[in-house]
């Protein structure tokens, strides 16, 4: 009976030790980042205009459409899905999935992940330019608000 007695008490002051303990909320790896948020870019490419919105979540989740156009016409639209990081000089993009509106597909990859890491030439709160590490090409987008919508126009 006194062993009984002593692990109720036991599991009562565990009970009551836990009470007191508080949860940490969980904290998103980007929620303070300046690359939250929409971002669009363009450049002239191979007689053609390519355009790209792209939406980073806290998350580290993000969402990108291409879309080309040539006079004024939409050619082509695709949509990537992955993950994103950011260090001070480091910017990575991991695509796991991509999207033309009728299909989806995972990138050929061998692992299924297609991997683009870039250095980070400026970040500003309106304005992130990046350089691809194996591409030697600079790219620059500017924040947009979230309703922000492309065109060819």
Not at 112 to 137: D, P
Request: with cysteine.
């Amino acid at each position: 009976m006194k062993y009984l007695l002593s692990a109720k008490w036991l599991a009562i002051a565990l009970v009551a030790a836990c009470a007191e303990q508080t949860v940490a909320p969980v904290v998103s790896p980007y929620e303070d980042s300046k690359l939250v948020g929409t971002w669009y870019g363009e450049s002239g490419v191979e007689g053609y205009d390519q355009k790209w919105l792209i939406q980073r979540r806290p998350s580290g989740n993000y969402e990108i459409v291409f879309l080309r156009c040539k006079e004024g016409i939409a050619l082509y639209v695709q949509k990537e899905y992955g993950q994103w990081e950011h260090t001070d000089s480091d910017y990575t993009t991991r695509t796991e999935l991509l999207s033309d509106g009728m299909s989806s597909w995972k990138p050929e990859t061998s692992n299924g992940i297609y991997l683009e890491e870039y250095t980070v030439v400026e970040l500003t709160a309106s304005e992130f330019r990046y350089r691809n590490k194996n591409k030697e090409k600079t790219y620059s987008v500017q924040r947009v608000d979230e309703g922000f919508r492309m065109s060819c126009e």
